[in-house]
């Protein structure tokens, strides 16, 4: 099979457009998908700060490399979640991409910082780790944009991701999820940084294939607590139709922008956003979540002194 554009041997074939190209023109079709993403989507301007959220993984950091490369004023933001061998090795991956590309970078420890691991704490307080995790990470990756000046915070959510979030939204009709799922969160608050996907309508396999033509290491294997994730039996069942029908995943995610979104749109009533009492960041109670998690932490740590005290004849 030849490159479509340069007609050159083929080095990866896009069943869904038809089209197959070499590793050059790839990257050519590649950066003109992100290019036209950040542009169409009004995502941020040339001249903006970008925080870019990584991982390791393949897509945030083919994010950070293809924003990098068309010249985006970027730092990246890791955080060290404390996940055993996964979150040493992943840290190890972006701090090696950011010292050879010369690319700032943010690492957080949630272990040094707030003295728990996200497993530790999720067993302490009996909350599922992934919802913990994510309210965390949502958190901090807005603090600190927030606090640095940031324009816009960027993730390497896939096609792949949202139309698998589509799905389980559809499948739930959650009809507030579907009005608000999108390439771009504006901000609703002057406290709030805008979040952008600007990979939304590229596919997990061509982020791989990026890495790969591109010589940039990631982490291979997933957080081990993204095992059983409904996302992931959404993708399965997804790309099962995606193969009998090339096409299928683009069609449903964009069309819902175009066509189906709007009949949501009601069901995104503007909800009154408070400033935290304690840390002072967006919250639509008194206290946000994550210092009321914070709270939780202390009070255990109180309880278990006091329960060692027990022991003493004062
Ligand atoms: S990192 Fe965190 Fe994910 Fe791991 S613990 Fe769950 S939410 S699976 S994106
Ligand atoms: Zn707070």
Not at 194 to 218: D, H, M, Q, S
Request: net charge positive; proline share 3%; with cysteine.
């Amino acid at each position: 099979m030849l490159c479509r554009r340069c007609k050159e041997k083929a080095e990866i074939y896009l069943k869904r457009h038809n089209t197959a190209f070499c590793s050059n023109c790839f990257r050519i079709y590649y950066s003109e998908q992100v290019k036209r993403n950040v542009k169409r989507e009004k995502m941020f301007k040339p001249k903006d700060r970008i925080l870019v959220v990584v991982s390791g993984g393949k897509d945030s950091m083919a994010l950070w490399h293809i924003l990098l490369k068309l010249g985006y004023n970027v730092t990246g933001m890791y955080i060290n979640l404390g996940i055993s061998a996964y979150s040493d090795r992943s840290q190890e991956v972006v701090e090696k991409f950011s010292q050879a590309n010369n690319a700032p970078v943010i690492i957080k420890n949630i272990e040094k910082e707030y003295g728990f691991s996200i497993p530790a704490l999720a067993r302490e307080i009996r909350r599922s780790t992934c919802s913990l995790c994510g309210t965390i990470k949502r958190y901090l990756f807005n603090k600190v944009a927030q606090d640095g000046g940031f324009d816009a915070v960027a993730t390497g959510h896939n096609l792949d991701d949202e139309a698998a979030t589509l799905l389980g939204n559809v499948l739930s009709w959650q009809e507030g999820y579907l009005a608000r799922q999108s390439p771009v969160l504006p901000s609703t608050h002057p406290k709030l940084v805008k979040k952008v996907k600007p990979l939304f309508t590229l596919t997990e396999r061509e982020n791989l294939a990026y890495v790969l033509f591109n010589g940039i290491e990631f982490i291979h294997e997933e957080c081990p607590h993204a095992l059983g994730a409904s996302s992931i039996l959404y993708k399965e069942i997804l790309n099962k139709l995606e193969d009998e029908s090339p096409g299928t995943k683009q069609r449903f995610l964009t069309n819902f922008y175009k066509k189906g979104r709007k009949f949501f749109e009601k069901y995104s009533e503007p909800v009154k956003l408070n400033e935290c009492k304690i840390c002072g960041q967006v919250t639509t109670s008194e206290i946000c979540s994550f210092c009321r998690i914070r709270l939780m932490v202390e009070k255990k740590k109180a309880d278990s002194i006091l329960q060692e005290g027990d022991g003493f004849n004062l």
